[in-house]
């Protein structure tokens, strides 16, 4: 124990010593030596210390870095997608959309396909004929009232209407797909039995779409009223494009020659009257989903205003002044306003009022 005390004794002395001389030697060294060593001793702390410093960035960098690129936009939109499949209404909104996608299928004929098909087989006047097929839609307003006040509550109040057109519509559709391309071939005899057929077809979806717009009201909750008008600028932008652009592309020679074909052929892959009649289809299967299996809620609107009370109701909003503000509760519309929103009949509170002096 003696010795160990001592050699632990002795070794401390020793350290101290070679501690003292080392400081002596610092001491004796010259100035300039002595700063070339601190300042590199503080160099290499300073190094020491970055190096720690962006160690511990890009490892937390590392560890939160979001997904980027086109794999976390696939996810994102993934997401999104089940948070709206939980919705509530999310069968609604499919069927609002699908109910909007028919009233685009005739407007895309009657507005792209036909003329644009016609052009180089009619002169200017014949064409400006047929486009008076196109006009159902900017008078709706017209017709608007009835559609809203005469009903069945046996079917109720939107599929009073719609279902009997959508019925009519595929019938004519199967009735006229049967000689709608030999009549296609020689287009000036029949430009007069052309237009009256897509002039009907165009009202029918007209009131149709007067009938959707105010179904959507009530077929939507409250929380989902925004919605509705997303439905319809997707569904009627789709049944456009399926009936303009994408028909006239199946329906050219050129491109199904060059694209579909294996041997060329003289006309295209899609004609018109397989066409219409494949819609036809589409039409009584979603009529037979909405006669069958979806029911029409009531509501306290079931007892409104009549045709009279209507009519006289626009009258008035026409002769209001321009500066006639606050006639929807909680909104500020001017009677164009209110007209624009009657056109598809939403169905807007008019509270009473007193015209102004003349």
Not at 74 to 86: A, K, M, T
Not at 167 to 173: D, G, K, S
Request: charged residues 20%.
């Amino acid at each position: 124990m003696a010795t160990i005390y001592n050699e632990q004794r002795s070794g401390g002395h020793g350290n101290k010593a070679s501690l003292r001389s080392r400081n002596d030697a610092k001491l004796a060294m010259p100035l300039s030596n002595l700063a070339m060593e601190d300042s590199n001793e503080g160099t290499r702390q300073h190094h020491d210390s970055r190096a720690d410093d962006s160690s511990g960035c890009h490892g937390k960098e590392t560890g939160t870095k979001p997904a980027g690129g086109i794999s976390g936009a696939i996810s994102q939109s993934i997401r999104s997608l089940r948070e709206f499949r939980r919705n509530r209404d999310f069968a609604n909104i499919i069927l609002l959309v699908v109910l909007y996608w028919l009233q685009g299928i005739p407007l895309g004929l009657a507005n792209g396909s036909v003329p644009f098909l016609l052009k180089e087989k009619l002169s200017y006047a014949e064409i400006g004929m047929f486009t008076l097929a196109s006009y159902p839609y900017s008078i709706k307003l017209v017709w608007s009232p009835i559609v809203d006040s005469i009903y069945t509550t046996k079917l109720g109040r939107r599929k009073s209407w719609i279902v009997p057109i959508q019925l009519l519509v595929a019938a004519m559709f199967l009735w006229f797909g049967g000689s709608v391309d030999s009549m296609m071939q020689n287009p000036a005899e029949n430009i007069s039995s052309i237009t009256a057929f897509f002039l009907l077809v165009v009202v029918l979806s007209a009131t149709q779409d007067i009938a959707v717009d105010g179904w959507a009201l009530t077929l939507l909750s409250e929380e989902n009223l925004s919605y509705a008008s997303t439905c319809q600028t997707v569904g009627l932008n789709c049944g456009f494009f399926l009936s303009f652009t994408a028909f006239l592309a199946l329906n050219s020679t050129e491109f199904s020659n060059k694209y579909i074909w294996s041997a060329p052929k003289d006309h295209g892959f899609l004609r018109f009257g397989p066409y219409l009649k494949l819609w036809a289809i589409v039409y009584i299967l979603v009529t037979l989903y909405l006669f069958l299996y979806k029911r029409e809620r009531s509501t306290a609107e079931d007892d409104d205003l009549g045709i009279v009370e209507t009519y006289k109701t626009i009258w008035k909003i026409c002769k209001l002044p321009r500066k006639s503000q606050n006639l929807v509760p909680g909104c500020h519309l001017r009677p164009l306003d209110v007209l624009m929103q009657l056109a598809g009949w939403h169905k807007l509170t008019i509270l009473p009022y007193t015209m102004p002096d003349q």
